[in-house]
């Protein structure tokens, strides 16, 4: 089976920066995902890391240690619309290569 | 927009009856993915279908059942329902069946949201 751990929540200042970590343990380990989503609606792709160390995209990136089993998102310059929440999701060679979900991350963004 | 399509949107019913949740994929996706979501809680896999096949089960109840038809729509039947299945059902899709394109994403509808009274 699989364990994703992450924050329940956490909260911000605008323009500051936070960093959501999540830690996974996974027996056929192929790929890392981060999502947003915002209150009742779909989540929607942010980030994907299969190899190890950063990945930069815009204001949000992206870290993986496989070794770990440890991955976080770093979102920088922090906006208001910002304030919702992140999904680390393991994709598994063992279990059908669908991806499994953590509890995700309410991050709220305060003015 | 995703490109996925679910209705309804919403569904309101009663303990006991069945109600179907339909899903239409991204364009040429091969692959339907059912997740539910309750208050406040992560999105729990339920199962996936591959060009017709089931191809991967996860915490489903008996009570449901899915399947994909050769238009590549699925459908997701909830029978005998109790008020903890009120949640919101979603449907996710990707081209091959492993996850998604070179990234592995999956693209999500907007969801049906389940009321059970």
């Known amino acids: 089976g699989q364990n994703i751990d992450q924050p329940t929540e956490m909260t911000a200042t605008e323009g500051a920066i936070v960093q959501i970590n999540c830690t996974y343990q996974?027996?056929?380990?192929?790929?890392l995902f981060w999502y947003q989503q915002h209150a009742g609606e779909a989540p929607t792709f942010l980030s994907y890391n299969v190899l190890d160390g950063l990945e930069e995209k815009g204001r949000f990136s992206s870290f993986l240690s496989r070794s770990k089993g440890y991955s976080y998102l770093l979102l920088k310059e922090l906006q208001m619309k910002d304030s919702a929440s992140y999904l680390c999701?393991?994709?598994?060679?063992?279990?059908?290569?669908?991806?499994?979900f953590g509890g995700g991350t309410r991050l709220m963004v305060k003015p | 927009d995703s490109g996925v399509t679910q209705t309804p949107k919403h569904l309101i019913t009663a303990t006991g009856q069945r109600v179907t949740l339909r899903c239409s994929p991204r364009s040429g996706d091969l692959s339907v993915y059912w997740y539910q979501q309750s208050l406040d809680q992560g999105l729990q896999f339920l199962i996936q279908?591959?060009?017709?096949?089931?191809?991967a089960k996860g915490n489903i109840l008996e009570r449901f059942s899915a399947q994909q038809f050769p238009d590549l729509h699925s459908e997701l039947n909830l029978s005998s329902l109790e008020l903890g299945d009120s949640a919101l059902y979603f449907c996710a899709s990707s081209p091959h069946l492993g996850t998604g394109s070179h990234t592995g994403e999956l693209f999500f509808g907007e969801g049906s949201r389940l009321t059970v009274l």
């Open positions: 996974t027996s056929g380990f192929n790929g």
């Open positions: 279908y591959y060009n017709g096949e089931e191809r």
């Open positions: 999701a393991v994709r598994d060679d063992n279990a059908g290569n669908m991806l499994t």
